[in-house]
T-cell receptor, first 114, second 118 residues
Framework: QQQVKQSPQSLIVQKGGISIINCAYENTAFDYFPWYQQFPGKGPALLIAIRPDVSEKKEGRFTISFNKSAKQFSLHIMDSQPGDSATYFCAASMSGGSNYKLTFGKGTLLTVNP | GAVVSQHPSWVICKSGTSVKIECRSLDFQATTMFWYRQFPKQSLMLMATSNEGSKATYEQGVEKDKFLINHASLTLSTLTVTSAHPEDSSFYIC??????????????FGPGTRLTVT
């Protein structure tokens, strides 16, 4: 049973456009929702994260929108750049747990065309 | 800050031999370290969770006798792939949760180790 569903699988955006990636979760005990960016052959890097006490968090061109009632959260990349081309993973975990295991979505391959 | 290193970055070994991969948190102490496996174009699959001084907790379906994890200190964890076979070829990634900086539920990932078994 996949607990975090991510869409789309792949996304092509023109430079300057907005990239939107969506995730939905099932476990209502999740209360920490990070997004990771991964370049080929590299480990994932923490991009931005949100807790359910806020509905939106913005860091530079990256924004997380969170809808607790719908159990959904999304990543918006404004003014997308070719350097943003990477695979993006959403994840979820329980911050109150003992080991904070992350449950990952399947990933979205973003291509930003120049 | 929050840097995690892995060594080696890539390794090629012959079938039947064992390979050790190191994971170090360079500028923080790690409460917990995690080991993941990632196949091409797929998501990360958690293999095991380890706490310093304790036995690792393995995910269902992961052979603990094949993938030996030693969490020797608050900054070092090792994964040993024993009697490696070609099907063990994969990208292995570790992550660490900080003990002394930021929320303990954040995970910082290493750069990964590419294992190829011939």
């Amino acid at each position: 049973q996949q607990q975090v569903k991510q869409s789309p699988q792949s996304l092509i955006v023109q430079k300057g456009g907005i990239s939107i990636i969506n995730c939905a979760y099932e476990n209502t005990a999740f209360d920490y929702f990070p997004w990771y960016q991964q370049f080929p052959g590299k480990g994932p890097a923490l991009l931005i994260a949100i807790r359910p006490d806020v509905s939106e968090k913005k860091e530079g061109r990256f924004t997380i929108s969170f809808n607790k009632s719908a159990k959904q959260f999304s990543l918006h990349i404004m003014d997308s750049q070719p350097g943003d081309s990477a695979t993006y993973f959403c994840a979820a975990s329980m911050s109150g747990g003992s080991n904070y295991k992350l449950t990952f979505g399947k990933g979205t391959l973003l291509t930003v065309n120049p | 800050g929050a840097v995690v290193s892995q060594h080696p970055s890539w390794v090629i070994c012959k079938s039947g031999t064992s390979v050790k991969i190191e994971c170090r948190s360079l500028d923080f102490q790690a409460t917990t370290m995690f080991w993941y496996r990632q196949f091409p174009k797929q998501s990360l699959m958690l293999m095991a969770t380890s706490n310093e001084g304790s036995k690792a907790t393995y995910e269902q379906g992961v052979e603990k006798d094949k993938f030996l994890i030693n969490h020797a200190s608050l900054t070092l964890s090792t994964l040993t792939v024993t009697s490696a076979h070609p099907e063990d070829s994969s990208f292995y990634i570790c992550s660490a949760s900080p003990r002394d900086r930021g929320p303990a539920y954040e995970q910082y990932f290493g750069p990964g180790t590419r294992l190829t078994v011939t």
